[in-house]
């Protein structure tokens, strides 16, 4: 996996069995994704829609999914991993931490289960032109490819729409319920941290 890890998020690229041993009262781990194009004028993140045959159908989310044990030697070749899975793209950097989540899931076959999710901001290799540049490819040629078992439909989504999806029913984007509604909450505060960071640049 080629890809570059900020410095302050070294810690992350422990042994996944080590990062999971040292929280035994998790017995789930999840990794998220978000992703933003930076080719037009107002930064857009991509989302995802459920597939109407999954849980949580038609919900709009970033890419992500559960941490493989047996495959992924860290949490963030996890992230790496579910991210191409999900949306055909290749993360080339983590940029940094957005948010983590815990929450109790409900097994449909019966009892519970304690997860925490770690989301990231990535930036992936489709989005520049050439590896050794800075120019960004246009949006609507980012190459995502979704896998249909698991999403229906993908979209950049603006920070506007996104908060108007939030704050009424006028918006374009539904988002999922408790346990999982800190998706909109953590989507906001990466527009956030995305900003900070190119201001900083």
């Known amino acids: 996996m080629n890809y570059t890890v900020a410095p302050h998020l070294h810690y992350f690229t422990i042994p996944l069995a080590d990062f999971m041993a040292a929280r035994p009262e998790i017995e789930g781990f999840g990794v998220g994704a978000y992703i933003f194009s930076r080719a ?13 045959s999954d849980s949580m159908p038609g919900c709009w989310e970033g890419p992500g999914g559960a941490c ?3 495959t992924d030697q860290t949490l963030l070749d996890s992230l790496v991993r579910e991210t191409r899975e999900e949306s055909g793209l290749h993360v080339s950097h983590v940029v940094g931490l957005v948010a983590v989540d815990c929450w109790e899931h409900h097994r449909r ?8 999710k770690y989301s990231f901001i990535v930036e992936v290799h489709e989005s520049s032109q050439l590896e050794k540049t800075t120019e960004s490819v246009p949006t609507v040629q980012i ?17 506007e729409d996104v908060h108007l999806s939030v704050k009424t029913a006028r918006g374009p984007y539904k988002f999922p319920l408790h ?7 953590n989507i906001l505060r990466a527009f956030e941290l995305a900003e900070g ?4 640049a």
């Not at 076959?109 to 925490?116: D, E, F, K, L």
């Open 109 to 116: 076959s019966g009892g519970r289960i304690r997860i925490a």
């Open 179 to 185: 346990p999982m509604g800190h998706q909109a909450p």
């Open 143 to 159: 190459p995502v490819q979704l896998d249909a078992t698991e999403h229906q439909a993908f979209d950049w989504a603006t920070e």
């Open 40 to 52: 037009d004028p107002t930064p857009r993140i991509l989302l995802l829609q459920r597939a109407e």
């Open 68 to 70: 493989e044990p047996e």
């Open 197 to 200: 960071q190119s201001d900083a």
